[in-house]
């Protein structure tokens, strides 16, 4: 049994969906959280702040000896994942990959709709990972930057998150898209208001249940889950944590197990 923590990291909050799921799929195992709350959002910056700011969180987690690692964030795992392996001596699985494989192996058309953040539709890795594993599916991409501050607010089910939601989906609707992956881990959190603005005839999908069973598998496969025992959280972030509790206890649906701590990166 390994007893070290998991890293887990996101540009802001949102990646707590992934780690609502990382503790009901993995109930045992220590968990640290680092949300960049000081410098979100990431998803309109250019590659190579992206990649700056990426590695001085993976650096922060390293220093807790962690014996893995998630990036919780598309953003990042779409255009860093690579560079953050690099610097890493321990495994590090991003939400891109199992998100895809979610997609395709439960999608009932052959079109694929993915929406995130602008940086994360200009890498195009969705495109070009869906087309590796199967070159036949049609695959529509959208880019809606303002969600993430919506989610990051708590307007889930505000009147202009919906006039926003309308503005950037209503063009899916009238589309063949049978799915329509949540490029975004912010965006769990609009998931009402994005279903009624495509119709229910989209099933959508976000990264927070592959990306568990990926990292448990990952553990499995490494020898490192931890199977018994209390865990511990610890939830970092690197600004005030006054706004961002509000919305983190939406994402616990109230029991929101720990508080969150400001931390100072370097
Ligand atoms: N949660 C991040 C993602 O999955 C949000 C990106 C941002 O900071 O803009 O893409």
Redesign the pocket.
């Known amino acids: 049994m390994n007893n070290k923590p998991i890293g887990i990291f996101?540009?802001?909050i949102?990646?707590l969906t992934v780690t609502h799921e990382i503790i009901r799929t993995l109930p045992h195992e220590n968990l640290i959280y680092l949300g960049d709350t000081a410098r979100?959002?990431?998803?309109?910056r250019d590659k190579d702040i992206i990649t700056q700011f990426s590695l001085e969180l993976t650096r922060f987690l390293l220093k807790e000896d962690p014996k893995a690692i998630v990036v919780?964030?598309?953003?990042?795992?779409?255009t860093c994942l690579e560079a953050i392996q690099a610097i890493s001596p321990v495994p590090v699985i991003g939400?891109v990959e199992p998100t895809i494989k979610e997609a395709i192996s439960t999608t009932k058309t052959s079109h694929i709709g993915v929406i995130?953040?602008r940086?994360?539709i200009a890498s195009k890795i969705y495109e070009e990972k869906i087309r590796s594993l199967h070159h036949d599916i049609q695959i529509t991409t959208k880019a809606c930057?303002l969600f993430?501050p919506l989610a990051e607010e708590g307007w889930f089910d505000h009147a202009a998150s919906k006039l926003i939601a309308d503005e950037y989906l209503k063009e899916l609707r009238e589309t063949t898209i049978g799915t329509l992956i949540l490029?975004?881990?912010?965006?769990p959190l609009l998931k009402n208001i994005i279903q009624e603005a495509v119709g229910d005839d989209i099933k959508l999908i976000d990264?927070a249940r592959p990306t568990a069973e990926a990292l448990k598998q990952l553990l499995k496969d490494n020898n490192l889950l931890r199977t018994e025992g209390e865990p511990e959280y610890k939830f970092f972030v690197t600004d005030s944590p006054t706004i961002s509790e509000r919305t983190a206890r939406v994402f616990f649906h109230g029991a929101f197990p720990g508080r969150l701590e400001k931390v100072t990166l370097a």
């Open positions: 996101d540009s802001g949102g990646g979100v959002p990431y998803g309109s919780a964030c598309n953003t990042i795992s779409a939400v995130g953040t940086a994360t930057p993430v490029g975004c881990t912010h965006y990264s």
